[in-house]
């Protein structure tokens, strides 16, 4: 039986790097046409979209849509991966921060900032991983980044362990949250424990694990999954032969992507308004097809 285009939500398991968990899904799914959106970090857990099939062309668009996680920040000690993988490299007394300063650090932390992504980051630097050089010895500093965090929000404190939720967009590292906040502190902090509730529109509410996946593989289908994740168009007729030969149409007046669907429901491409007309980023079902 042929698996049909579309996306599979996984619910990540601890250990597994995003590639074990792509390979997995190309054995479920009978192709080697899948890919992911988003990598998480083996020690990290939850939503990791898979694209199957033609939606792999999705995965790059879904990539860039905010995200969620809930995380637990270890304060008075700093790592050399901001993380509880890393070896410890300094330890401080963090029994006189107050639930105040606490929530200063949070607020400070909060809205449009610029952010210095930790070394052991998969950022290329001359077109190599930066964790691959940090491995290596080297020294590795990489430049600020503007991104946004909509909510830090503190869930709990039990000493030193403080557990918060995130929001934020693309590109966003909990890691050098936790490395920041701890540094705003002046007790150092790192990362012990990340869980990546929503990509986008998809939460764990849809996520399986892999072992479920296994006993049933379900599949977001492709047109649901444009439906669930971009703003929607209607197409008439001739607007869905036109753009299926990948040909422009008037503007959308849609901010970023929306996706194109015929007058059956179908979704025939993602749209973006550019040079004054609507044009396809991604074309799904070309003329003919």
């Known amino acids: 039986m042929s698996v049909p285009d579309g996306l599979l939500v996984v619910d990540k398991p ?5 590639h074990d968990v792509v390979g997995r899904g190309r054995r479920l799914a009978g192709t080697r046409k899948v890919g992911h959106a988003g990598t998480l970090d083996p020690m990290a857990t939850g939503v990791l979209v898979l694209g199957v099939g033609r939606a792999t ?7 860039l849509t905010d995200k969620a996680y809930d995380a637990t920040i270890r304060l008075g000690a700093t790592t050399v991966t901001d993380d509880a993988e890393g070896e410890v490299a300094l330890t401080r007394d963090a029994s006189a921060v107050t639930d105040e300063a606490l929530a200063a ?7 449009d900032l610029l952010q210095v992504p930790s070394s052991v980051s998969a950022i290329k630097v001359d077109g190599v991983r930066s964790y691959a050089r940090v491995r290596a010895g080297e020294s590795v500093e990489l430049a600020a980044r503007p991104v946004r965090v909509s909510r830090f929000e503190l869930l709990a404190r039990r000493g030193d362990d403080v557990d918060v939720q995130v929001e934020c967009t693309t590109g966003t590292y909990v890691r050098a949250l936790a490395r920041d906040l701890g540094e705003a502190l002046g ?14 529109p998809f939460d764990l509410t849809r996520a399986r694990t892999l072992d479920q996946l296994a006993e049933q593989l379900e599949v977001v289908a492709l047109d649901d999954a444009v439906a669930a994740a971009f703003p929607r168009r209607e197409l008439d ?20 992507t929306c996706g194109a669907f015929s007058p059956e429901g179908r ?8 040079d004054g007309r609507a044009r396809a980023s991604v074309v799904f079902a070309p003329a003919g097809s």
């Open 105 to 111: 650090g949070l607020a400070r932390l909060t809205g």
């Open 57 to 63: 062309r999705l995965l790059g668009h879904l990539a």
């Open 237 to 256: 007729a001739d607007e869905t032969v036109a753009l299926s030969y990948g040909r422009p149409l008037a503007e959308s007046g849609t901010p970023g």
């Open 187 to 200: 007790v150092g902090a790192h990362l012990t424990a990340l869980r990546r509730t929503r990509v986008g």
């Open 14 to 18: 601890a250990g597994w790097t995003s």
């Open 267 to 274: 979704c025939i491409a993602l749209l973006e308004d550019r």
